[in-house]
Structure formats: C-alpha cells, structure tokens
C-alpha cells in the first residue's frame, strides 16, 4: 500500500461515519479551494474503496498562488483526477459591488462551473462549525444540491484537523484558516484583482518575515489594517511595527505608483472576517 492509499486501520473518532457518507454518494465531484478542510476531504475521497472522485480546484485573483501550487503537488502525489478551471466571479457585477452576500455570487459561480463538467455529486468542505455563521455560500450550494459531508458526519474545524493528521497530511493538519482573498476588502468597497495581488503580496511578505500564525491585510474604508496575532503583536518592537507599516505602504507605492495616494496603515488585533460588514443583512 502507497502512502496516497493510506487510510488508518485504527479509526479516529467518526471515520466510519465519514466513509459511510462517501460510500453513499459513490461518485463525487470535491470542489477544493487549497485549505484543509477540502485538501482533508479530497484526499480522503480518493483513497476510500468503492468511491469515484474528481478534484475540481478554481482559479482567479481571490485565489492565493500557494493555495493552487498545494493542490497541483497533493494531486500529483495522490494522484487525483484533477481539473483547474476559471469560475470566472470575475464577470459577475454582483461578485465585483462586493455586498454582504458576496459569497453566495462566488459559490453561485463557482458550482455552475463545476456542474456541466461532471454527473458526479459535488460536494464541499462546509464543517459543522461553519453553521453557526452568516454563510451565504451555502444557498449557491443549496441551489445546486451540493452536499456536505463533515456536516452529515457531525465535524468540526478540529475534528477535521485531527483527521489530517491522522491521514498523514502533516503540512495540511496545521494551515491556518485561509479563506479567498476578497475576505481582506471590507463590504462595500468594490473587488479588484490588483487589490487582491496586493493583499496577498502584503500577506506573504509579513510571512517571510515576522513567522506570524495569522496575518491579514484588511482594505477598509479608512485605510489599511495589518491584523496580527495577538504573541506576533506583542512581540513587535514600536521600530518594528513602525517597519511593519513602511513595508506596507512601499508595496502600495509599488502597485499603484503615482496615480493612488498612500492609505493609512495601523496595526491591530487578528479578529476572523473583520472585514465583514453586516448592516442591513439579507440572508439568501
């Protein structure tokens, strides 16, 4: 047996429930973004026995380059049926206006995209930990009648990742949470791709340099906030925050040159989809 064959003889807590779902759709089509609750469940798909699975990953300029270099390497070595393809969110107005249902417009995108190319059951990496917040995505999927297999199966965000690691995704087990760059664009402030380049430039620079668990680069209204961990935070220096924000506005200065003039930056906590206006909600 191969290590892309690997599935534990000693069953964590749920695995059983968990195959006993895949076994029940048989032939699946995983929509995965390159995070670990779909690389988790994609890899898991194609080693089960008696299960069919294609891998479907979309790209664009929400979608971080890592993300996609991860999922070409696991298919390559797990050997998925893998098909790249372009949603194209990007054509779609509503996605652009970025309103506070703008996933509903992504996923909408994306499973109608998915859905011409294959008669397999789509299904997606939605826990159970992700019912218990405003996800308009998960209308698209209704629409589209994609199932949710964590869910049928009672995981959870940690459950998941004990599942990863359990699976032998070492490098998957520990990702932090990374959903698509247009998270970073507060609601209301219009989806552009050269926005998009620069957060994740930002973001990946701030990696290399300060090893945080969680960094963000948040585009809103009153300028550009770099959220942080709170252990990264409190270790910055005042130079090295104030380094920090030199760093910030010189990849600015460096995307948009003379024709934009630089933001504010600040500091501040991590907190998850601070970006995230819900003023006047209209849940779909």
């Not at 159970?128 to 949710?148: K, M, S």
């Not at 507060?186 to 930002?202: C, S």
Request: glycine share 6%.
């Amino acid at each position: 047996m191969t290590a892309a064959e690997y599935i534990p003889t000693q069953r964590p807590a749920g695995l059983s429930g968990l195959l006993h779902v895949l076994d029940d759709i048989s032939t699946i089509a995983v929509a995965v973004s390159g995070g670990v609750d779909s690389m988790t469940l994609a890899t898991l798909a194609h080693r089960a026995p008696g299960v069919s699975a294609e891998i479907f990953h979309a790209v664009s300029p929400a979608v971080p380059p890592e993300a996609t270099r991860r999922v070409r390497r696991y298919a390559e070595f797990e050997g998925w049926t893998l098909r790249i393809l372009d949603a194209d969110e990007f054509g779609d107005p509503d996605y652009l206006r970025n309103p506070v249902d703008r996933c509903y417009f992504c996923k909408k995108n994306l499973y109608s995209a998915i859905a011409p190319l294959t008669t397999s059951t789509i299904v997606s990496g939605t826990n159970t930990d992700d019912l218990g917040e405003y996800r308009p995505g998960l209308g698209a999927a209704r629409d589209f009648r994609v199932r949710h297999p964590y869910v049928e199966a009672g995981f959870d965000k940690s459950g998941i990742r004990t599942l990863a690691a359990d699976l032998g995704l070492d490098d998957i087990a520990d990702l932090p949470a990374a959903p698509c760059l247009s998270s970073r664009i507060e609601t209301g402030i219009p989806i552009a791709a050269e926005t998009l380049a620069f957060v994740n430039r930002v973001e990946t620079t701030l990696e290399e340099r300060l090893s945080p668990r969680s960094v963000r680069c948040r585009v809103r209204a009153e300028g550009l906030v770099v959220e942080l961990d709170q252990p990264t935070l409190d270790r910055l220096s005042e130079s090295e925050a104030a380094d920090v924000s030199a760093i910030v506005s010189n990849i600015w200065a460096a995307a948009n040159g003379e024709r934009r003039q630089i933001p504010p930056v600040r500091l501040a906590p991590y907190r998850t989809g601070s970006a995230f206006l819900v003023a006047d909600i209209s849940i779909r």
